[in-house]
């Protein structure tokens, strides 16, 4: 049988987190030597100039989001639609109670 101790209690791993360093001003200077060798002709990179278009795709991967987007509901018509339903219940249930419980 072991015995319980206070003088071998294992202490519990520590968190190690390693920051990843990020310099603005090494970024902003790869850009403007990029910038300045394609102004030049020296660098043709089209995969510099690549902005991806992700606006909207999650919308047209759901089917119930773009059923929503073809009637012209927005999400603010959605909330509002929410607040309606929830002030209804709200009155129907206070009615409920004054009914059957005064």
Do not use: C
Not at 77 to 99: E, G, P, Q, T
């Amino acid at each position: 049988m072991a015995f319980f101790s206070f003088y071998s209690v294992r202490k519990p791993r520590q968190f190690e987190h390693k920051p990843i360093y990020w310099d603005p001003r090494k970024e902003d200077l790869e850009d403007r030597t990029r910038r300045i060798k394609r102004e030049l002709g020296v660098l043709d990179d089209p995969l510099d100039e690549y902005k991806p278009d992700i606006k909207g795709k999650f919308i047209e991967g759901t089917t119930h989001l773009k059923k929503s987007q073809m009637r012209g509901d927005d999400t603010r018509s959605r909330k509002y639609k929410n607040v309606k339903l929830a002030v209804a219940l709200a009155v129907l249930a206070a009615l409920l109670w004054i009914l059957f419980f005064k």
